[in-house]
């Protein structure tokens, strides 16, 4: 019968001339007399006082954040927007998404906030079926958000969408019905 690893739980086989197994070889076991667990720090195993205890009184578990356990310690304090009276998080520069702290949509005059890809949700779906964006058509006159070539005809994205009665670029994502950009793309001109 071969001899297993020293280690709780552990029933590997020891390697050769150790008390130990290959997984556990590197490591030192806790300095209290009979303890079978493996060293955390200060040579001692986390139940004999490898970590530090909770500050909070009667508690006995192990520190999470600081000075306390995850029960008693705050969590990570979020900073807050720097604009008088908003109580939103902080993102960029120090202000919430409304106060201008996101990141706005790449695309050219597109004032609406990035969600996916650097692309706010409706350019992000332009892009996901194929529409060319302003900066793969060679147009430098282009704006928000690109042309469709068909032909000798060159039409706008927001043109196309106002044929299906969408609204232009930067209005609201919840006020677009909902359009069916095969349609979109496939459609004579």
Not at 75 to 97: D, M, S, Y
Not at 142 to 167: I, W
């Amino acid at each position: 019968m071969t001899a297993t690893c020293f280690f709780n739980d552990c029933n590997n086989s020891v390697v050769p001339g150790s008390w130990k197994c290959s997984f556990h070889k590197n490591r030192s076991r806790c300095l209290v007399k009979s303890c079978q667990n493996q060293v955390y720090t200060r040579n001692l195993c986390v139940r004999h006082g490898g970590k530090r205890r909770c500050d909070a009184p009667n508690c006995s578990r192990n520190v999470r954040l600081g000075n306390f356990c995850s029960s008693h310690g705050s969590g990570i304090a979020k900073k807050l927007c720097i604009e008088a009276g908003c109580t939103n998080v902080a993102h960029k520069r120090q202000r919430c998404v409304r106060h201008g702290g996101g990141r706005q949509c790449k695309i050219h005059g597109c004032k609406t906030h990035a969600r996916t890809g650097g692309y706010c949700c409706r350019h992000m779906r332009l892009v996901k079926a194929g529409v060319p964006s302003p900066d793969s058509v060679a147009s430098p006159s282009m704006s928000c958000p690109g042309k469709e070539v068909a032909g000798d005809n060159v039409k706008t994205v927001d043109e196309l969408l106002a044929d299906f009665g969408a609204l232009t670029c930067g209005k609201g994502l919840f006020d677009v019905p909902h359009i069916e950009l095969d349609t979109i793309l496939l459609m004579e001109f």
